[in-house]
């Protein structure tokens, strides 16, 4: 491929990339670039075009130029192959493991590579076979477990959030999807009626067709973005520019349709964060779950209903991971780059969300096996896990206390980083939760001073030292960490344990807005 002024259709595009990097990039990939500016689009005779050699130029900086420049920033021992960065977004988030947003984890990916069969250049053995069961005793939500299933092996997960828990539970139970997809419509029924006779859809409706005239004209797509990745607009000024110039006709749609956005009090994340109406359909759906009488089915449908109120959060959609303060007013997205607005009705969210649930769960039935994984709830350093799996999964508990526990594969958290009960501060309000802030290990609140660091050391210990109760003699323990303040060998001689290898990979897809060159190493870890 040269750097010639040739022009590629779309298709031609996707064809020349996917030969060249040797993976498939879709058509669809091919638009997302020219719709977020990072190419430019040239249109002939109704045709959108772009450049060969600009779309050469942005895999180039994606691919081995990335590659080099993260081993110049992070190390040689970097192995790459670990990154894991053949795969798109849609196989990183395959079926059941994004039925809810979870900040902090790991992807299939990772976990099926040191689960499963094979071996290569970096993985000279294999340490699991079908049948073994798998702990994960920081479970958060999920991941191992669903992997175990499609693996043919068995879990159980702990988790100090009765929240993650359920995310976790909910991902690899099995259901009568005919009745899932009856409540669901049911409820949709039912909310649909709720909005009859108030004005909300129909503000919405105008709001929307106000907005859509407005960016067509001032934020072009995607003439807008490229010009601003060329750094021809100062984004911030034009950006304020335009939310005062529209926040005339917001106001007086909010007047025309007697719309109140603030509730009357603050106490609680549920009313400092959502909109009157949003609480008022909120509560009214989960009094629609109530009425579910078959337990699995009532759990699944209030997981759609925590995702649906995730995304109707008084924020900006930039802000959706770290909340800052309420936003009541239509405001200029760096994200979508063009006017956006807060939301006033969960009914949209709550359809996409329910048919996206229905369909990933279709999908993890194909691929699923016959064996079993729960998460139970507690504390990892002092749990009995075989007592308490007795008491909500006896054929596991049996399985686990006649065979043992083949190893561990688990993401600890890191000191000082996430807060794993507010990410899901809506969920514990609405459902009522108990929370054990006080018990999450390396807590976003205790920081990364030198006592932090000493607790969390503590933390992980203890919990290795009891996990390792239930193992067989000779496991096999794979710890996936960023260890920056290199702890890992004090926690592993504090275990009895030995590190026998680590590796460190590349992380690519990061939630996070700092997309630096980042890392985390695999230790794996055997009795001494």
């Not at 693996?151 to 899932?180: P, Q, R, W």
């Not at 997809?181 to 105008?206: M, N, V």
């Not at 275990?495 to 897809?509: A, D, F």
């Amino acid at each position: 491929m040269n750097g010639t002024k040739e022009v590629l259709s779309v298709k031609e595009a996707s064809k020349q990339a996917t030969d060249y990097l040797g993976k498939t990039v879709t058509t669809s990939n091919i638009s997302y670039l020219i719709q977020y500016g990072l190419i430019k689009k040239i249109s002939s005779n109704g045709e959108t075009l772009i450049f060969k050699d600009e779309l050469i130029k942005y895999y180039d900086s994606r691919n081995g130029g990335r590659e080099h420049s993260w081993k110049e920033q992070l190390g040689k021992e970097l192995n790459w192959a670990l990154s894991f960065d053949q795969y798109t977004e849609s196989n990183t988030t395959k079926h059941v493991h994004r039925l809810h947003p979870y900040k902090g984890k790991y992807i299939p990916q990772l976990v099926e590579y040191f689960l499963d069969s094979h071996t290569d250049t970096f993985k000279k053995e294999t340490y699991f076979k079908k049948g073994d069961i798998i702990l994960d005793p920081f479970s958060g939500s999920g991941t191992t477990l669903v992997q175990a299933s499609e693996l043919g092996m068995h879990a159980i997960g702990i988790d100090v959030s009765a929240f993650n828990s359920l995310i976790g539970n909910c991902k690899v139970t099995k259901y009568n999807l005919n009745e899932v997809q009856t409540e669901i419509h049911r409820i949709t029924r039912a909310l649909k009626e709720f909005l009859i006779g108030s004005h909300t859809l129909e503000f919405e409706t105008k709001l929307l067709k106000a907005l859509s005239e407005f960016n067509n004209k001032y934020f072009p797509v995607p003439d807008y973005k490229y010009k601003l990745r060329q750094g021809e607009i100062d984004e911030d000024k034009y950006g304020n520019e335009k939310e005062k110039e529209f926040l005339p006709i917001y106001n007086r749609l909010l007047k025309e349709y007697k719309i109140n956005i603030r509730q009357e009090k603050a106490d609680s994340f549920l009313d400092k964060w959502y909109s009157r109406h949003i609480r008022e359909e909120i509560q009214f759906v989960f009094n629609e779950i109530r009425k579910i009488k078959n337990t699995d089915t009532k759990k699944i449908i209030s997981l759609i209903l925590s995702r649906t109120i995730r995304s109707c959060r008084a924020t900006t959609h930039s802000d959706l991971a770290t909340l800052l303060e309420p936003i009541t007013t239509t405001y200029y997205c760096s994200k979508h780059g063009k006017m956006c607005k807060p939301l006033f009705s969960i009914l949209k969210w709550w359809e996409t969300y329910s048919k996206d649930t229905v369909r990933r769960l279709s999908q993890f039935d194909k691929l699923r096996t016959q064996t079993f994984q729960y998460c139970l709830t507690g504390d990892s350093r002092t749990i009995d896990i075989f007592k308490e799996l007795e008491k909500k999964n006896t054929a596991l508990a049996d399985l686990a206390k006649k065979k043992k526990i083949n190893g561990i594969f688990s993401s600890p958290p890191y000191v000082g980083l996430i807060d794993y009960h507010e990410q899901h501060a809506y969920a514990y309000d609405l459902f009522g939760f108990e929370r054990k802030d006080e018990l999450e290990i390396g807590r976003l609140y205790n920081g990364q001073g030198k006592e932090a660091k000493l607790s969390y050391i503590q933390g992980i210990s203890e919990v290795l030292n009891n996990c390792k109760k239930y193992l067989v003699d000779d496991f096999d323990i794979f710890l996936v960490a960023n260890d920056k303040y290199n702890m890992y060998p004090t926690i592993a001689d504090n275990s009895g344990m030995k590190i026998v290898n680590q590796y460190k990979r590349p992380v690519l897809n990061r939630t996070e807005k700092d997309k630096g060159a980042y890392s985390e190493i695999i230790f794996h870890l055997k009795k001494l």
